[in-house]
């Protein structure tokens, strides 16, 4: 009889069978029972038991349930299955379940006795070919003491059933003739011989024995497990919740798979089973293969069932020397056979020296020989891991400036032209000039000194042989249009200049450039200036309604204060009921003011006195909420509470400079504010690095994030703070390996590593809904008492990993964390 099969069924958990051995109706069990075998092994089917892995793939894909014992749950592998039993199963195992019509009225021979509940199913195996329907009416009149339905089912049946129901008859009858393996052979019926050679050969059947087959034995509850486990390799079904693809990472609490071009994370948990295809027993997560292939089983983002189903990576290595990394466009050229080949990567690629110690992609330098093993599963394969060679540190290089387009800069070197790329951020200094740029450079006469970084990029530029100098405070004495003549004296008068403008001067009048055409109308005598010029040549002049600079002396008897300005010029300003605002000071006075405050002195309008002082400062503060009808943000920090931060006309930048939006900035982040006076005038998004140290050395750290990526953090010129409670310092002693660390920069570019001090507590619940764990108060004043997790928060006793349920009220644990985010939580 044919077979009309649809090819792939997709099952869901509805289909779950009940096993139930005797005579009588065979029924589903209990839907409770059911869910609880998908979570919970059975008692009787322990590590070690040879149906093991093939009785939990089933359960977790819905095909068979336990049976409930008190509070667990029972398998009962030895219990016999009836004929009807099994031809339900295989019904439900190949996706033709639901076909059965359970309104028609069924009628039997009387010598072929089958339970009401499984009529329609064998009608159904009869019309799709699993059953041979005079074959069983004859099989059940040869013996009529037995009913045919509840007959336990024999070795040899079970095995023409399986056969039959995943298509491979023509194999069966092309075997029938052939040799068995089994010494009891003449046993197994001629019409079972060939089918029973097949599954031989498919490997779906054993022996009982390596050499006896036994073909008129029961079929067991686990021998049927089994049989039909392994019968899923060669007729694939698409189970709810089930998923092949390739393992593309892996951690302690997640594994992510790499499946119809996407990648689904699903989470680890300590009763999360793992296999390998070749092996009957069960293996640790640590013997999976990253970058194999792999089968889940999941249910609510959770994998339950694991199964590995190759030893072979699908990852590739090839080695050449490094050309260019393109971190915006997270990619890099390689110079492969003589050509240049594009390599991306994304954040989790891991760059180490070939001695194993981690690297920063930007350390390897240009023309490095690196080896890169990447992905051959995504239509654009990604670096996994590159390796180089151990990195020398920054150096520089000096010359004569020649010429700069932007992205490449020339000096001579003696008589020799060398060209080097400019990073993506360059600095210009020239004594006496602030914001000076590589248009500022005089070619063939400025020596310059040249940094470079580790991948040989420029990323300052130094003028080591001219002189700008500064008068701050100057006033004009007289100008020539003409000549483009403006002679001027200091502030106390003296000093005359006859200077010149010329086609690079830049000129500034309210924080705005603007051309000489129109400054004409404002170089009046007596109007003050600050200038900054080169033998004869104006290279800047500020047109003057307000100071920038450091704060050197008050004078308080002269009512005189002295700052000096970013260009190292000092000025001299009477303050006489000046007005001080300072972000920081609700009722700033000039008594506030002290030695090294940076501020801005806003002017009167004929510039004769300081009208306001803006003291600059400096805030990181966490977003509670954001505001963005009304421009605001609720933040707090350490030592400030709540309150609204007004960022109406404030410039809102991400880490890397990219101006924002109020409605891009999260909740829960973490932003530097920059003050200038009280209004804040920037804020900026800190990116904060959560992890666990791995390994230190005097001049770097490196650690492992939360996704388990390893990030290297190099000393730089800023330096380190080390943060550790009320403890703080420069050194990386202070850290030590598997400290959990928050790791961020600070206004003044050094990097802040704030470690999280155990903080112990006695735990009452657990929100789901709020994703919060809750623990008793330690005072009545406590207000802390909850601490927020997230998908990669840690639950573990004794190092081992646990699930946060098995948590319970009165227990004493140890959270790291830091703002009340719990990184891990430790049971005692």
Do not use: C
Request: aromatic share 8%; no cysteine; hydrophobic share 40%.
């Amino acid at each position: 009889m044919p077979l009309h099969f649809a090819g792939k069924k997709i099952l869901t958990g509805a289909l779950a069978l009940s096993l139930v051995a005797g005579s009588g109706l065979a029924v589903p069990a209990a839907a409770g029972a059911a869910a609880a075998a998908l979570t919970t092994p059975f008692t009787d089917i322990g590590g070690g038991h040879w149906a093991e892995k093939h009785v939990a793939k089933l359960a977790l894909q819905g095909i068979i349930t336990g049976y409930a014992s008190g509070s667990s749950f029972v398998f009962l592998p030895n219990q016999s299955v009836t004929q009807q039993e099994a031809v339900l199963m295989a019904l439900r195992f190949a996706g033709l379940e639901s076909k059965a019509d359970k309104e028609q009225i069924i009628g039997f021979p009387s010598s072929f006795t089958v339970s009401n509940y499984f009529k329609p199913y064998i009608v159904l195996a009869f019309e799709e070919g699993l059953l041979d329907q005079t074959e069983e009416y004859a099989l059940a009149a040869k013996d009529p003491k037995k009913a045919w339905g509840t007959k336990p089912a024999s070795r040899e049946w079970v095995t023409k059933l399986i056969i039959r129901a995943i298509e491979q008859e023509e194999e069966a009858a092309s075997l029938q003739n052939a040799a068995s393996s089994f010494a009891d052979a003449a046993q197994i019926d001629s019409m079972y011989k060939g089918y029973v050679n097949a599954a031989s050969k498919l490997e779906l059947v054993k022996g009982v024995t390596a050499v006896k087959f036994d073909p008129k034995a029961n079929v067991t509850r686990a021998s049927l497990a089994t049989i039909f486990s392994r019968a899923q390799k060669l007729f694939p079904i698409d189970y709810e919740g089930q998923t092949s693809g390739i393992v593309s990472k892996i951690t302690d609490t997640s594994i992510t798979l790499y499946s119809d071009k996407k990648e689904t994370t699903y989470e680890l948990g300590s009763d999360t089973l793992f296999y390998h295809y070749n092996s009957e027993k069960s293996i640790t997560k640590q013997q999976l293969l990253e970058y194999g292939d792999v089968t889940v089983i999941a249910k609510a983002g959770k994998a339950l069932y694991v199964e590995a189903k190759g030893d072979t990576p699908h990852t590739k290595t090839v080695s050449g020397t490094l050309d260019r990394v393109i971190s915006a466009d997270k990619k890099l050229y390689v110079w492969i056979n003589d050509k240049p080949v594009e390599v991306f990567y994304n954040d989790s690629v891991v760059v180490v020296d070939d001695k194993g110690k981690a690297l920063a992609l930007n350390e390897i330098k240009r023309d490095s020989p690196i080896s890169i093993v990447q992905d051959t599963f995504r239509e654009t394969p990604l670096a996994l891991k590159i390796i180089a060679a151990p990195q020398s540190t920054v150096h520089s290089s000096k010359g004569l400036f020649y010429s700069s387009d932007g992205e490449l800069i020339t000096i001579k070197e003696g008589t020799a032209l060398v060209s080097k790329f400019m990073a993506d951020a360059v600095t210009v200094e020239i004594e006496g000039m602030s914001g000076a740029t590589t248009a500022d450079l005089i070619k063939e006469a400025d020596q310059v000194e040249l940094t470079l970084n580790t991948d040989d990029e420029v990323t300052k530029i130094k003028v080591i042989n001219r002189n700008v100098k500064v008068i701050a405070g100057a006033q004009i004495a007289s100008y020539v249009y003409d000549k483009k003549l403006l002679t001027v004296v200091d502030a106390a008068g003296g000093n005359a200049q006859a200077l010149y403008f010329t086609d690079k001067t830049k000129i500034e009048y309210s924080g705005n450039t603007i051309s000489l055409a129109s400054a004409n109308s404002l170089l009046t005598q007596n109007r003050k200036i600050i200038i900054s010029y080169t033998g004869n040549t104006i290279v800047s002049l500020q047109f003057v309604t307000k100071y920038t600079g450091t704060l050197v002396t008050m004078n308080s008897a002269a009512n005189l204060m002295t700052v000096r300005l970013d260009s190292g010029a000092t000025v001299s300003l009477p303050y006489t009921s000046a007005y001080v605002e300072h972000a920081a000071v609700a009722s700033a006075a000039l008594s506030d003011l002290k030695a090294g405050d940076l501020l801005t002195l806003e002017l009167t309008s004929n510039q004769d006195r300081v009208a306001t002082i803006k003291v600059h400062s400096s805030a990181q503060y966490e977003v509670v909420s954001v505001d963005s009808i009304n421009k605001k943000l609720r933040v707090k920090n350490a030592t400030t509470t709540l309150f609204e931060l007004s960022v109406l006309g404030t410039e809102l930048v991400n880490e890397a400079g990219a101006k924002l939006t109020v409605e891009q900035i999260p909740a829960g982040a973490i932003v530097h504010a920059i003050y200038v006076g009280k209004q804040a005038t920037v804020v900026k998004l800190v990116k904060a690095t959560y992890g666990k140290v791995q390994s230190i050395s005097q001049n770097s750290v490196t650690i492992t994030d939360l996704s388990g990526k390893a990030v290297v953090f190099s000393v730089g010129e800023a330096g380190f703070i080390i943060i550790e409670g009320s403890s703080q310092g420069t050194a990386t002693s202070l850290l030590s390996v598997g400290d959990y660390v928050e790791v961020l920069s600070t206004d003044a570019n050094k990097t802040q590593f704030t470690v999280a001090v155990g903080e112990s507590r006695v735990f009452t619940s657990y929100n789901a809904g709020a994703s919060q764990v809750w623990t008793e108060k330690v005072s009545d004043a406590d207000n802390r008492n909850y601490f927020n997790v997230t998908s990669s928060t840690k639950f573990t006793q004794n190092g081992i990993a646990l699930t946060v349920q098995s948590f319970k009220a009165g227990d004493n644990i140890v959270i790291y964390g830091f703002r009340n985010n719990a990184i891990e939580i430790v049971k005692q």
